[in-house]
């Protein structure tokens, strides 16, 4: 027999018996929806942090007073809170030192700022950073109009600012920013440049901020406002740990550690974070495989159910088939590709609406549309290793029915 005349009679058995045959096939829709679902949702919202983090230029990475997560309870919390602030007199002793790097910068922020000009105001949430030039490239912020400040500028503690593009937008929408005078917590800032929009990651906008000389920035908020972040590009991908090494031995040194104490410092990268958010999220696959595969195993039993009561219903058309001459690998044949169209029927629907439903998940976030490969190709080998597993012996069953007594069968 063909393999199109038997998917043939396979979907006949199906139409025959459909709400049985609905009922296992959705044990294998819930499944295979459990898995694609959340691989998709998994894989939006890793697009969606890549994107986020890879503010940072390449090959670059930062000193910080706090790790990028913090997953510990209230003693780990209160350890890192407890460290000492980085700051700016560290940040030139490490620049000195660190030789080994491409550029050595500082930044330091401020959350929940207004900026005015005039009787237009920006909302309360612009962040405002203050930065030496070198956190500039390590950043990745490119100026689209006007400049960025310079060496000079910090030494004076000039007043000048430059725009993200949304907080431009705002203050200037129709006209040019460069050169006029904006208000940030009462001091009077000149605008010297706009910044190229770096456009948004998980729906929020990554331009709605504003820099302003690092000297400037700590004459208005105080020294020791907050710590500083130091920022450090490596000259090539090839150096990049080593000048991370290097780094972390100037710097236990410029803070004055013993060996046996640990470092009161952490390093952030977009590399160590991603590591970090794989970790949690890999976590999240492995709960979604366990609840999937209880569901498949369910579903596998539920196949091997239907296929033994069609063996059952067709005795007689198995003893027909095996007296005009069909041999046992033909019958065989014949029920695992029935078992095998039934899984995949249940495997095809559960693909088709996990990405869906992971998709419009993610475009919660504005996150680009994605379907994971691996995954969906994965999700229709496991339909194929459930319709063989569980289908094997009721095929081995009919395919070894005595045709005498099959024909006997009322």
């Known amino acids: 027999m063909k393999i199109i005349e038997v998917v043939k009679v396979s979907l006949n058995s199906l139409r025959t018996n459909r709400l049985r045959s609905s009922l296992t096939i959705l044990g294998i829709v819930v499944g295979i929806f459990s898995i694609i679902a959340i691989s998709t949702v998994i894989e939006v919202l890793q697009k969606s942090i890549e994107t986020g983090v890879s503010q940072l230029g390449q090959n670059t990475f930062q000193i910080q007073k706090f790790p990028p997560f913090n997953t510990g309870g209230p003693s780990e919390r209160a350890k890192y809170r407890n460290r000492p602030d980085i700051t700016l007199d560290e940040y030139y002793k ?14 330091q922020w401020n959350f929940g700022k207004q900026i005015k000009i005039g009787n237009v105001e920006t909302n309360p949430n612009i962040q405002v950073c203050g930065c030496t030039t070198e956190a500039f490239p390590n950043n990745k912020w490119t100026v689209d109009d006007g400049r960025a400040f310079n060496d000079r500028d910090i030494q004076r503690y000039e007043n000048f600012i430059v725009l993200g593009a ?48 690092i ?35 100037y710097f236990r040194v410029i803070r004055g550690l013993k060996g046996n104490e640990e470092n009161n410092f952490s390093f952030f990268s977009n590399e160590s974070l991603l590591t970090q958010i794989n970790d949690i999220t890999n976590g999240v696959r492995i709960g979604s495989i366990v609840i999937a595969a209880i569901a498949l195993l369910a579903a596998g039993v539920g196949i ?46 559960g693909i088709i609406l996990g990405v869906i439903v992971g998709n419009l998940a993610g475009s919660l976030l504005k996150a680009t549309a994605v379907i994971p490969i691996d995954w969906v190709l994965i999700g229709v080998f496991l339909c194929v ?3 063989v597993t569980f289908g094997t012996y009721p095929a081995y069953k009919a395919a070894n029915l005595d045709p005498i007594e099959a024909l006997r069968y009322e």
Do not use: W
Not at 94 to 107: D, F, H, M, Q, Y
Not at 171 to 186: E, M, W, Y
Not at 189 to 209: M, P, R, T, W, Y
């Open 94 to 107: 490490l620049k000195v030192k660190l030789v080994e790097a491409k550029s050595v910068g500082a930044e």
């Open 166 to 213: 949304d907080v431009a937008k705002k203050l200037f929408p129709n006209k040019n920013a460069l050169d006029n005078v904006v208000t940030l917590d009462g001091h009077k800032l000149k605008v010297i440049g706009v910044l190229e929009s770096q456009g948004a990651a998980f729906g929020n906008s990554q331009d709605n901020f504003a820099i302003v000389p």
């Open 215 to 249: 000297t400037t920035f700590q004459d208005f908020y105080g020294k020791r406002s907050n710590s500083i972040n130091i920022t450090v590009m490596t000259h090539d991908k090839e150096s990049y740990n080593n000048v991370i090494e290097f780094a972390e031995g």
């Open 304 to 349: 091997m159910n239907i296929m033994l009561v069609s063996v059952t219903e067709r005795t007689r058309e198995i003893g027909i088939r095996k007296a005009i001459g069909a041999k046992r690998f033909n019958i065989l044949t014949q029920f695992l590709i029935e078992s095998v169209s039934l899984s995949l029927m249940g495997g095809i629907i």
């Open 385 to 387: 290793i459930i319709g």
